[in-house]
């Protein structure tokens, strides 16, 4: 079992900043590929980035290349997610997960979800 916690989720204004933070607890966190995904009110849960085990490899959604950028720290669990040149359409609650082998961006690939953080992001 894998407990996720998210958090940095906030108000900002468009073009702004946020960084996300993940910390897994229970298992090794290094065994894990770890996804961030979004939920907006009224849509289906969305890919927005993953990474490998090891941080070697990400994807990134087109509707957050160049702008977001994900991260891990094994040591410390945790795996980040870097939201620059924020949007209003990148308003919806952000969530991490986790999966054995490697990164994809399906959410049913996915075992482990964290509870989510909201982002809003304000015109």
Known sequence: QVQ?????GGLVLAGGSLRLSCVASGRTFSNY?????????????EFVGAINWTGS???????????????????KNT??????????EDTAVYYCAARMYGATSRPNDYIYWGQGTQVTVSS
């Open 4 to 8: 996720l916690v998210e958090s940095g």
């Open 33 to 45: 590929a770890m996804g961030w995904f979004r939920q907006a009110p009224g849509k289906e849960r």
């Open 57 to 75: 490899t990400t994807y990134d959604a087109d509707s957050v290349k160049g702008r977001f950028t994900i991260s891990r720290d094994n040591p």
């Open 79 to 88: 795996v980040y997610l870097q939201m620059n040149s924020l949007k209003p």
